[in-house]
C-alpha cells in the first residue's frame, strides 16, 4: 500500500541508502513499520545509528498520519511501485523510493531538456540559458532544473514566460522555499508545471541534499544542457549521472581562461555535445520540428548593414566595439542596425552595450 510506502519515505533524517538496508532487512515497509522493537535494537547495535530515527518516528507518526498531513498541504506522493511512478526514473538502480511534488510531473510523451549551470553567472551566461529554454518550450519541450540562482532560474523563468512548462527537483521538502527569494518562482513552477523531491515535506535545504537531487533532475530529462560551470560544480555532477543514464549531454563552450567555463570546456573535450547555435541545438533534439522553424532571411527582411550585424552576433554576447570592428560599419550604422534588429526582436541587448542574438 501507498501509505506505508509513503510513511517509509516521510522518515525524517535517513536517505536512500539507509532505506535500501532497511528494505533488505525488512522486505516492505509494512514489515518495517510493524517490526519488533528488538528488531530494530538488534540493528541499531550492530552499527546502523541511524536506526534510533525510525524508532522515534514510529512513536510518532502512523502511516495514516503521514499522509494526512501531507495531504493537508495539497502535496501529492507517488511510490516507486505505481504505475504512474516517472517512467523516465523506474529503471535506474538508484532512483528514489517515492516522490513528493506539487503541481504535477514531466508528460512522459513530451522531450524533456534539464539546464543547469552556475549559480554566479555572467549575464552572457544567463541569456544563453533563456535563449535555449524559449528555443526548448517552441519547440514543444518542456524544461527541467533546480530552481536555484543563477543559470537554473533564468533558464525556468524564461520557460514559464514563453508560456511553456517548467519542473523543478529540489534539495529540500516541496512546502520549503529554498533559496526564500524564488518564492515567485515556486509559485509559478506549482501552477505551471511541478514542484518535486525526494525529501519529505518540512524537509529543510541542507548542501548535502543536492548532489542527491541531481541524479532526479538527468533522471527525468532525455537531454541535459550545462550552461557555465565552475571546476568543482554541482552542475558536472549532473552531467555525470546523465552520462551514467544513458542521457545525452550538452554544453555551452566559453573562453579557455574563463573560470566559469571549465566545467562545459572540460566536458565538450571528453565527448559532450557542443552547442554553438541554439537553433541547430534544437533541431537536433527535435528533428520533428525542423520544418516548422523559422529561417532568415525568409522571414523578416534585413538591409544588407542589418545582415552583416546579426550573421556578427552568436549565443555568447560582443560589445559595441567589437561589433563596430567586426563588420567595419560606422558607428552611427552599427547602431542603427542594432537598433533595428532589436525591434524585430532578433537580438537583445545583455548589458549596456552588449548584444547576444536570440532568435
Not at 518535486?196 to 544542457?225: C, Q, Y
Not at 520544418?291 to 538591409?303: G, M, R, S, V, Y
Request: aromatic share 8%; with cysteine.
Amino acid at each position: 500500500m501507498d501509505e506505508y510506502w509513503e510513511w517509509f519515505c516521510s522518515i525524517p533524517g535517513i536517505y536512500r541508502t539507509q532505506r535500501e538496508i532497511l528494505l533488505h532487512c525488512f522486505h516492505t515497509p509494512e514489515k518495517l513499520w510493524n517490526a519488533t522493537g528488538e528488531e530494530l535494537v538488534y540493528l541499531r547495535d550492530r552499527g546502523c545509528r541511524w536506526i534510533q530515527k525510525v524508532m522515534e518516528y514510529r512513536k510518532v507518526c502512523s502511516p495514516k498520519q503521514a499522509a494526512e498531513a501531507r495531504r493537508a498541504k495539497r502535496i501529492e506522493f507517488v511510490s516507486a511501485e505505481r504505475e504512474h511512478y516517472p517512467q523516465r526514473l523506474s529503471p535506474l538502480r538508484d532512483k528514489p523510493y517515492g516522490l513528493f511534488w506539487r503541481g504535477e510531473l514531466p508528460p512522459e510523451d513530451v522531450r524533456t531538456v534539464a539546464i543547469v549551470g552556475a549559480r554566479v553567472c555572467t549575464p552572457g551566461g544567463r541569456t544563453a540559458a533563456e535563449t535555449i529554454a524559449r528555443e526548448v518550450i517552441r519547440a514543444g519541450g518542456v524544461v527541467v532544473s533546480g530552481a536555484a540562482y543563477g543559470i537554473d532560474g533564468a533558464a525556468q523563468w524564461a520557460a514559464l514566460e514563453e508560456g511553456g512548462k517548467s519542473y523543478a527537483v529540489l534539495g529540500c521538502g516541496v512546502d520549503q522555499c529554498y533559496p526564500a527569494s524564488h518564492r515567485q518562482l515556486f509559485e509559478r513552477l506549482a501552477g505551471q508545471g511541478g514542484l518535486i523531491s525526494e525529501f519529505p515535506p518540512g524537509t529543510k535545504a541542507m548542501p548535502t541534499h543536492f548532489p542527491m537531487r541531481n541524479r532526479i533532475i538527468s533522471g527525468l530529462s532525455d537531454v541535459v544542457v550545462v550552461v557555465e560551470a565552475r571546476k568543482k560544480s554541482g552542475s558536472l555532477i549532473t552531467a555525470e549521472f546523465a552520462l551514467d543514464q544513458g542521457r545525452q549531454v550538452y554544453a555551452v563552450p566559453g573562453r579557455p581562461d574563463d573560470e566559469l567555463s571549465y566545467g562545459c570546456n572540460e566536458l565538450i573535450s571528453q565527448g559532450a555535445g557542443l552547442i554553438l547555435s541554439v537553433e541547430k541545438f534544437v533541431e537536433s533534439i527535435f528533428p520533428e520540428n525542423k520544418q516548422k522553424k523559422k529561417h532568415l532571411p525568409a522571414d523578416i527582411a534585413l538591409a544588407p548593414a542589418e545582415k552583416l550585424v546579426y550573421s556578427s552576433l552568436g549565443l555568447h554576447g560582443k560589445s559595441l566595439w567589437e561589433l563596430e570592428e567586426n563588420t567595419a560599419l560606422s558607428l552611427s550604422d552599427l547602431s542603427d542596425s542594432l537598433l533595428s534588429l532589436e525591434i524585430k526582436g532578433l537580438i537583445r541587448e545583455t548589458e549596456q552595450n552588449f548584444y547576444v542574438k536570440v532568435k
